[in-house]
């Protein structure tokens, strides 16, 4: 079991770029979660899925969107980056929301 | 809105001491709370979840305690080593849907 995988690890973007961050689990958990960390501001919330097809905003949503087309993978997407949008992202699932797994992280920066 | 806090930020106790982790949050109606430890440049490893209707969770050398009423957890991990290094993070389950209000992070240092 690879439990949580996140993709790419390192991202460099210029402001006004796009991008995506793919995140996949392998344990058939319904729930998954996208949290931004920055430092002496702990993990916040972006977005979270409580199933196939299904999306909802979080704490921090603005200039973010997401997809979640297949169980195992939940998407985050940057239309038009921004500095203020370099941080470390980190996804997470779990089942029927219990016990919460997370991925090793991506760290982006915004140029 | 659910504030989380976890005081002291930095701690730094010789290896054997045992390690009291405070937490504590405003809103007492909480659905569960989860511990985790996160080493430097890495992802967050999930070390103890407690429910709310429980009182204390074990694993190991760790013990949390849930105490709604004060709004408090504590983590307690019993003779401390180098390797028990890390930033202990709390976080509180607000609803069903599983959403985590995280604290700052207790940065932990164990001296040999």
């Known amino acids: 079991n690879a439990g949580v995988t996140q993709t790419p690890k390192f991202r460099v973007l210029k402001t006004g770029q796009s991008m995506t961050l793919l995140c996949a689990q392998d344990m058939n958990h319904e729930y998954m979660y996208w949290y931004r960390q920055d430092p002496g501001m702990g993990l916040r919330l972006i977005h979270y899925s409580v199933g196939e097809g299904t999306t909802a905003k979080g704490e921090v949503p603005d200039g973010y969107n997401v997809s979640r087309l297949k169980k195992q993978n939940f998407l985050l997407g940057l239309e038009s980056a921004a500095p203020s949008q370099t941080s470390v992202y980190f996804c997470?699932?779990?089942?029927?929301?219990?016990?919460?797994?997370f991925g090793p992280g991506t760290r982006l920066t915004v140029l | 809105k659910q504030e989380v806090t976890q005081i002291p930020a930095a701690l730094s106790v010789p290896e054997g001491e045992n390690l009291v982790l405070n937490c504590s949050f405003t809103d007492s109606a909480i659905y569960n709370l989860q511990w985790f430890r996160q080493d430097p440049g890495k992802g967050l490893t999930s070390l103890l979840l407690i429910q709310s209707s429980q009182r204390e969770q074990t694993s190991g050398r760790l013990n949390a305690s849930l105490d709604k009423s004060s709004g408090r957890s504590t983590l307690y991990i019993a003779a401390s080593q180098p390797g028990d290094s890390a930033t202990y993070l709390c976080a509180v389950g607000t609803d069903s849907w599983g959403k985590l209000q995280f604290g700052a992070g207790t940065q932990v240092v164990v001296t040999p």
């Open positions: 997470a699932s779990s089942w029927i929301g219990n016990e919460q797994f």
